[in-house]
Structures are given as structure tokens and as C-alpha cells.
């Protein structure tokens, strides 16, 4: 069945450094991917997304990676500021047009000042 | 706009009582959606709706029931609440029937422990 992991459960960072958090997906057909944004005790906020027909895709001070041939994607955040602290979930679109979402388990980001 | 908006937004129940969450968004959004998320978890789908007037089973349906009141509202019921229920639930809507493409916007959530 599909599945959507996270390497790491935690990464720590120094503020103004580069933050990589990574995902890997089992199901070769996923073809749309998001990046969510939970801080504690909120609800996921709407990072960035990207379709399967792109490898890279730039925000704000974000960028997400898709690599299809190992089925990885990455976010990448620049310039990491303490208001980035935050669990970070990966999620994939599973079910055609129903807008159906398997999420990841989530990664913490700590920034230290 | 409020965006979505849940309640209660934290709940203590008995074992084999039941209650229901409500949701309701003010975007004229077509799709709505109920997940659960236990501690270190990620989201976990329950029952979505894609447009008024239907709604589906996700992947953990087990011990809930759902209604689309209309096109606002999406309400999440629980008829004898377990302690394996307890969880934060996370309601969310998306413009959308059609298309992969389409984020879900959040809301703030509902605490709930069964005891």
C-alpha cells in the first residue's frame, strides 16, 4: 500500500543556517505532492507543493526537490529563522480528483538561536 | 473570513459516551475532510466528502460516522467513544471536486480524551 516516510523525526539547526528535511514514497504513481507546516498546537499550514511532471518548484525561502527515480522529495528552507520551529509533514495525493492525502509522520525542525 | 472553524475545541468524554465534532468553513469550498493525529503521528484520513450530499470512507472509518449538513458544514460523530479514540481531530476543506491540485486548509482542531 502507499506510504509516505520521513528520514528523521528531528533535526536541529542553527538559526540562519540551510534546513533539509527529507521524504521518501513507496508508490511510483503518486504524481502530486505537498509540504505542510504544523506549529504546536495548530492545525497543518499549506507550504508548497509540487506535481510529478517538475523536479523543483521555489517559494519564499523555500524549495522542494522531487526525485521520481527514488521516489524522494526534500524541502529545503534557506536563511532558517526561529518562527521556521516547527513539525514539518510531507504529503501525497492519493486519490485521484477526491483530494485524498496520505501524510508522513512528520519531521521536527528546532531552530537554536 | 474565519476559514474553518471546530468544536469544541478540547473535549473529556467516558468510555461509551457518544458526542460530535462539528466543522464549518466559510471559503465555498466543495470538498471537507476529518483526520485524526495521535502523538508523534501524521494525519490519518476518517471520512471525507467531496461535494455536497456525499461522503466516504477514509482509512480509519472504524467507530465514526459523518454527515454533510451542507455545503459549510461537515460534522464528525462519535456513538460510543473508546479510549483508542483519543486523538486530536483536524478538519479540512479544499476549493475543489476536480483536480489534484488543490491544498487543504486546516482548522485549529479538537482535542479529545476518552477516558
Known amino acids: 500500500g502507499e506510504s509516505v516516510g520521513l528520514h528523521l523525526p528531528t533535526l536541529s539547526v542553527q538559526e540562519g543556517d540551510n534546513s533539509i528535511i527529507n521524504c521518501a514514497y513507496s508508490n511510483s504513481a503518486s504524481d502530486y505532492f505537498i509540504w505542510y507546516k504544523q506549529e504546536s498546537g495548530k492545525g497543518p499550514q499549506f507550504i508548497i507543493d509540487?506535481?510529478?511532471?517538475?523536479d523543483k518548484r521555489q517559494g519564499q525561502r523555500v524549495t522542494v526537490l522531487l526525485n521520481k527515480t527514488v521516489k524522494h522529495l526534500s524541502l529545503q528552507i534557506a536563511a532558517t529563522q526561529p518562527g521556521d520551529s516547527a513539525v514539518y509533514f510531507c504529503?501525497?495525493?492519493?486519490?485521484?480528483?477526491?483530494?485524498?492525502?496520505?501524510f508522513g509522520q512528520g519531521t521536527t525542525l528546532q531552530v537554536k538561536p | 473570513n474565519a476559514g474553518v472553524t471546530q468544536t469544541p475545541k478540547f473535549q473529556v468524554l467516558k468510555t461509551g459516551q457518544s458526542m460530535t465534532l462539528q466543522c464549518a468553513q466559510d471559503m465555498n469550498h466543495n470538498s471537507m475532510y476529518w483526520y485524526r493525529q495521535d502523538p508523534g503521528m501524521g494525519l490519518r484520513l476518517i471520512y471525507y466528502s467531496a461535494s455536497e450530499g456525499t461522503t466516504d470512507k477514509g482509512e480509519v472509518p472504524n467507530g465514526y460516522n459523518v454527515s454533510r449538513l451542507n455545503k459549510r458544514e461537515f460534522s464528525l460523530r462519535l456513538e460510543s467513544a473508546a479510549p483508542s479514540q483519543t486523538s486530536v481531530y483536524f478538519c479540512?476543506?479544499?476549493?475543489?471536486?476536480?483536480?489534484?491540485?488543490?491544498?487543504?486548509?486546516f482548522g485549529p482542531g479538537t482535542r479529545l480524551t476518552v477516558l
Open positions: 509540487i506535481r510529478s511532471n517538475m
Open positions: 504529503a501525497e495525493n492519493i486519490g485521484s480528483n477526491t483530494g485524498k492525502l496520505i
Open positions: 479540512a476543506s479544499r476549493p475543489a471536486t476536480s483536480g489534484r491540485d488543490n491544498e487543504q486548509f
